[in-house]
């Protein structure tokens, strides 16, 4: 088992040991791996999931890499990889650079949420789902299903995955406090900068104006916290987390207590 500690090692370890034998290699990483890497919210993982490029080359050197620091053999492995579906990079984020020698990706959230629900496990996937339910903002059952017919247009959701699908909409959206559901835009550097500059207006929610230099913040009221804005796309706002803003889910604000997310605060441009 390994915790997100022992991934970072892991992963640092790796790039040194390709490095050392003169390589370059890429990861995309899913399964519970990203959900730990992304959101912090499960301790452990048996391993890993990854595809990986060069694939022997990364396979031998991670091999070197169980040995010095004591974890199981097939640590890292591409078992998982004859299920990604075959979509676009820009279903990839950005995760870290170790090195010269090693990217990593994180699956995107919708993604890896579909993959859930056609693996459909108990109970491994089970708390998996109900995390990015939340992160995918999954309200429905349809629009569970509709996410999923998205990535696997061919392939029926299997009986436990709608199952799973249902009972975690209503085990996490059950907790709703009766927030508004919607999202603060603003700007201004650090999140607690006490008068951040506001980007949207507040009578014209759907098409905030920013400038693209500017530091960009999504001040998310549903999960209570700060998300640092990607890029726009549609009509949609990507954080660097992986969550996806309905931009007609925004309105301004001029100030907030909301603490950032640590994921899109670790991505941040210079961090």
């Given amino acids: 088992m390994m915790d997100e500690a022992q991934i970072e090692a892991a ?11 003169g390589l370059k290699a890429k990861l995309w990483v899913v399964g519970g791996a990203m959900i ?3 959101y912090h919210s499960r301790e452990l993982t ?7 490029n060069p694939r022997a080359q990364v396979l031998d050197a991670a091999q070197e890499v169980a040995a010095h620091l004591h974890l199981d053999g097939s640590w890292l492995n591409d078992s998982a990889s004859a299920f990604i579906p075959q979509t676009g990079s820009e279903r990839w984020l950005p995760g870290r650079t170790y090195g010269p020698a090693l990217e990593i990706f994180l699956g995107d959230p919708r993604m890896v949420l579909a993959m859930k629900l056609r693996a459909a496990r108990e109970p491994r996937d089970r708390a998996d789902i109900e995390v990015l339910v939340r992160a995918c903002y999954i309200r429905t ?20 995955g709608r199952i799973m699908l249902s009972e975690s909409i209503e085990k996490v959206w059950a ?17 607690a900068d006490p008068v951040p500059r506001v ?15 500017k530091e960009l913040w999504a001040w998310s009221v549903r999960g209570r916290v700060a998300h640092r804005i990607s890029r726009g796309t549609g009509d949609e706002l990507l954080t660097l987390c992986g969550h996806r803003l309905l931009l007609s889910d ?11 997310c640590n994921v ?3 991505r941040r441009p210079g961090s």
């Fill in 141 to 160: 059952e349809a629009d569970g299903l509709a996410l999923y017919q998205e990535f696997f247009p061919e392939d029926p959701i299997p009986k436990m």
């Fill in 46 to 52: 048996t391993d890993v999931d990854a595809a990986m």
């Fill in 199 to 213: 980007v949207a207006r507040t009578d014209a929610p759907s098409r905030p104006s920013h400038s693209p230099n």
């Fill in 250 to 260: 925004v309105r301004a604000t001029k100030s907030t207590n909301r603490p950032p």
């Fill in 36 to 38: 730990i890497l992304s």
């Fill in 264 to 266: 899109c605060n670790a």
């Fill in 11 to 21: 992963f640092s370890a790796l790039a040194a040991e390709l490095e050392r034998r």
């Fill in 175 to 191: 907790a709703n406090d009766g927030l508004i559901d919607s999202e603060e835009l603003v700007t201004g550097g650090a999140p």
